[in-house]
C-alpha cells in the first residue's frame, strides 16, 4: 500500500522500490551513490526519472528510522572493508556480530 506515502502515485510496484532502496543502501555502505546513468540503464528508467527516485528514495531513507522504506530494510549496517563481498559467510558474521552489540547497547550492556 502506497497510500498517503512519498510514493503514492509512483508506476512502479513496492518490490521495485525495495530493490532500488537495498541498491542506494549497499552504495552508501561504501560512501557512494549509484549514478543516474547506472540506474537509468539497470532499470530501464528515462533519465528524469533516475534523478527522481534516486532524490526521493535518498530522501526517504535518511528521516527517522529509516523512512518508510527504511522501516522495513535494515538501514544501520555497519561500515564494510572495501574488499568484503556481499553475501558472505564474512559478511553475515560481520553483521551478525554488529546485531548483537547493537542488542546490547540498548540494554544498557555495552
Not at 12 to 36: C, S, V, W
Not at 50 to 69: E, M, N, P, T, Y
Not at 74 to 96: I, K, S, W, Y
Request: charged fraction near 25%; glycine fraction near 10%.
Amino acid at each position: 500500500m502506497k497510500s498517503g506515502t512519498d510514493l503514492h502515485g509512483s508506476h512502479r510496484g513496492l518490490k521495485f522500490y525495495f530493490g532500488l532502496a537495498e541498491e542506494i543502501i549497499q552504495y552508501r555502505q561504501r560512501n557512494d551513490m549509484p549514478t543516474l546513468r547506472m540506474l537509468q540503464d539497470k532499470h530501464g528508467m528515462a533519465y528524469a526519472t533516475a534523478i527522481k527516485l534516486r532524490s526521493k528514495l535518498s530522501a526517504d531513507l535518511a528521516k527517522f528510522h529509516g523512512g518508510l522504506l527504511g522501516r522495513c530494510i535494515c538501514v544501520n549496517f555497519p561500515r564494510l572493508p572495501q574488499d568484503m563481498v556481499f553475501g558472505t559467510d564474512a559478511h553475515l558474521l560481520l553483521l551478525e556480530r554488529e546485531m548483537q552489540r547493537h542488542r546490547w547497547r540498548e540494554l544498557g550492556i555495552e
